[in-house]
């Protein structure tokens, strides 16, 4: 006869109790907001947001087993509306029995349900025939129907800290079922589980198999790297996490700290983040951070690119971390980005104006006859290469000033420039005016 399966360590140490949960103190801690509501007696809906192995189904579970609630847990990856159905009569019977019971529906990865899914909760949750617990990774902001939400108490759950962790490997060792870990072997299978407790658990779980086939009673370091391999942390390349790390890198680049710079790009490395993604960014940090503060940022950013491009991993990824610390150590200025927002907004309000004729163009007879071109001040013949009182708006616009150099690199130089520009222009302008030459023309 087959055997049946064992089950997995994982979910043989799952907590029975509120007093075994490991972690999430800030919630499940004397006087915190989700104790008091277990405490309380009256099951409300809520959201439970977090990354993955810090708790969430178990929570749900305790949540249904304090109530004295029928649980229903529903997967938002391989269910649908009619298992929503099936969940709102299994708890129309369950309320309606002989022995009258409440009903919890635990729904995992919510966030993967559809808008039209998700608002099949809506009226059974607003009737109170189940209190709806949703679990999601994801920003639940973005990811869950604003109404449901409007219903639900968001908890945010934290990755396991290292305390945490330890803490359960000597849960699981004192089962007898794992080898001996010594402490650097402890400390890189907590650096392994990157604060998720099914992993590490799973992990340990495997260790277990292996040394037992290999007759090894204890594990130390060594082995543990040789059966492990170099695994990558958890990383949610299209989740929160990435996003915040990016985030991470990119305000370090502007807050001018190389060696921050350095820490967040190495993480998104080390979590598998393909570096062509962060290329790309480099070259917005250039262009947005530094501008022409130092406009060599922007060719050193796209050099890197290109030869990350040529030598792949991991050669390339030096030339992305000289970009990351040249940006981070360059001066600053966002004013053409700045100026560029600035010019669409105005652009998006004034609407289409004329081109004046004498910026127009005059290729052909009847178009000089129509006086395109006429009057335009050719630049290089004039004094400097510079038509001192040009105007090149619409007429009627008053000229507004989207550029403001920023005092700093580059831009400092340019400033000047502009500056004496500016008072050559207000000078001419003011001599057209008046008719009166302005002091040291020619003219």
Same mark, same amino acid.
């Given at each position: 006869?087959?055997?049946?399966?064992? *089950?997995? !360590?994982a979910e043989?140490?799952?907590?029975?109790?509120?007093s075994?949960?490991?972690?999430?103190?800030?919630?499940l801690g004397?006087?915190?907001?989700?104790?008091?509501? %277990?405490e309380s007696?009256?099951?409300?809906?809520c959201?439970?947001?977090?990354?993955?192995?810090?708790?969430?189904?178990?929570?749900?579970r305790?949540?249904?087993? &304090?109530? #004295?609630?029928q %649980?229903?847990?529903l997967?938002?990856?391989?269910?649908?509306?009619?298992?929503?159905?099936? &969940?709102v009569?299994r708890?129309?019977?369950?309320?309606?029995?002989?022995?009258?019971?409440?009903?919890?529906? %635990?729904?995992?990865?919510?966030?993967?349900?559809?808008?039209?899914?998700?608002d099949?909760f !809506?009226p059974?949750?607003?009737? /109170?025939?189940?209190?709806?617990?949703?679990? =999601?990774t $994801?920003?639940?902001?973005?990811?869950?129907? &604003?109404?449901? !939400?409007?219903?639900?108490?968001?908890? *945010?759950?934290?990755?396991?800290?290292?305390?945490d962790?330890? +803490?359960?490997?000597?849960?699981?060792?004192? =089962?007898?079922?794992?080898p001996?870990?010594?402490?650097a072997?402890r400390?890189?299978?907590?650096?392994?589980a990157?604060?998720?407790?099914?992993?590490?658990?799973n992990t340990?779980?495997?260790? +277990? *198999?292996?040394?037992r +086939?290999?007759?090894r009673? $204890?594990?130390?370091?060594?082995?543990?790297?040789a059966?492990?391999?170099?695994?990558?942390?958890?990383?949610d390349?299209?989740? #929160?996490?990435?996003?915040?790390?990016?985030s991470?890198?990119?305000?370090?680049?502007?807050?001018?700290?190389?060696?921050a710079?350095l820490?967040?790009?190495?993480?998104?490395?080390?979590?598998?983040?393909?570096?062509? @993604?962060?290329?790309?960014?480099? *070259?917005?940090?250039? =262009?947005e951070?530094v501008g022409?503060?130092d406009?060599?940022?922007?060719?050193?950013?796209? #050099?890197a690119?290109e =030869? @990350?491009?040529?030598?792949?991993?991991?050669?390339?990824?030096l030339?992305?971390?000289?970009a990351?610390? @040249?940006?981070?150590?360059?001066?600053?200025?966002?004013?053409?980005?700045t100026a560029?927002?600035?010019?669409?907004? %105005?652009?998006?309000?004034?609407?289409?104006?004329?081109?004046?004729?004498h910026?127009?163009?005059?290729?052909?007879?009847?178009m000089?006859?129509?006086?395109?071109?006429? /009057?335009y001040?050719?630049?290089? #013949? $004039?004094?400097?290469?510079?038509?001192?009182?040009?105007r090149y708006?619409?007429?009627?616009?008053?000229?507004?000033r989207f550029?403001?150099?920023?005092?700093? /690199?580059?831009?400092?130089?340019?400033?000047?420039?502009?500056?004496?520009?500016?008072?050559?222009n207000?000078? &001419?302008?003011a001599?057209?005016?008046?008719?009166?030459?302005? +002091? /040291?023309?020619?003219?």
């Open positions: 006869m087959a055997q049946t399966p064992s *089950v997995p !360590l043989r140490l799952r907590p029975r109790t509120l075994e949960v490991v972690g999430q103190a800030h919630l004397p006087g915190m907001p989700l104790r008091l509501a %277990f007696g009256r099951p409300h809906s959201i439970l947001w977090g990354p993955p192995g810090v708790g969430k189904t178990t929570i749900a305790l949540m249904a087993q &304090a109530f #004295d609630a %649980f229903i847990a997967s938002a990856v391989l269910g649908g509306v009619k298992d929503i159905r099936d &969940a009569e708890a129309e019977a369950a309320r309606s029995g002989l022995h009258p019971q409440s009903t919890l529906v %635990f729904v995992d990865e919510v966030h993967r349900f559809n808008k039209v899914q998700q099949a !809506l059974h949750v607003e009737s /109170g025939l189940f209190t709806f617990v949703g679990a =999601t $994801e920003n639940p902001s973005f990811e869950v129907n &604003a109404a449901l !939400l409007s219903r639900a108490t968001v908890y *945010v759950l934290q990755p396991l800290a290292e305390a962790l330890q +803490a359960l490997i000597e849960r699981a060792s004192s =089962t007898g079922e794992v001996a870990l010594s402490a072997a400390q890189r299978l907590v650096a392994y990157d604060g998720d407790a099914r992993r590490l658990l340990l779980e495997t260790l +277990a *198999v292996t040394a +086939a290999q007759g009673a $204890e594990v130390d370091d060594a082995w543990l790297l059966t492990l391999g170099e695994r990558l942390r958890r990383y390349k299209g989740g #929160d996490q990435f996003y915040d790390t990016i991470a890198l990119h305000k370090s680049v502007r807050g001018s700290d190389p060696d710079a820490y967040w790009f190495v993480r998104m490395l080390d979590g598998g983040v393909d570096p062509r @993604y962060v290329a790309r960014r480099l *070259v917005r940090m250039a =262009t951070d022409l503060a406009p060599r940022a922007l060719r050193l950013a796209l #050099d690119a =030869t @990350y491009e040529r030598l792949g991993s991991p050669e390339g990824e030339a992305l971390a000289q990351v610390v @040249y940006l981070a150590v360059a001066p600053k200025s966002n004013a053409v980005y560029y927002k600035a010019a669409r907004t %105005f652009v998006a309000r004034d609407g289409t104006r004329a081109v004046p004729l910026l127009r163009n005059a290729p052909t007879a009847l000089r006859q129509l006086d395109h071109g006429r /009057g001040r050719y630049a290089h #013949d $004039e004094p400097d290469a510079f038509a001192a009182g040009e708006f619409p007429e009627g616009v008053q000229e507004p550029y403001e150099p920023v005092p700093r /690199g580059l831009e400092l130089r340019i400033g000047e420039k502009l500056t004496e520009l500016r008072r050559r207000a000078e &001419a302008r001599a057209a005016a008046t008719g009166v030459p302005p +002091a /040291g023309s020619s003219h």
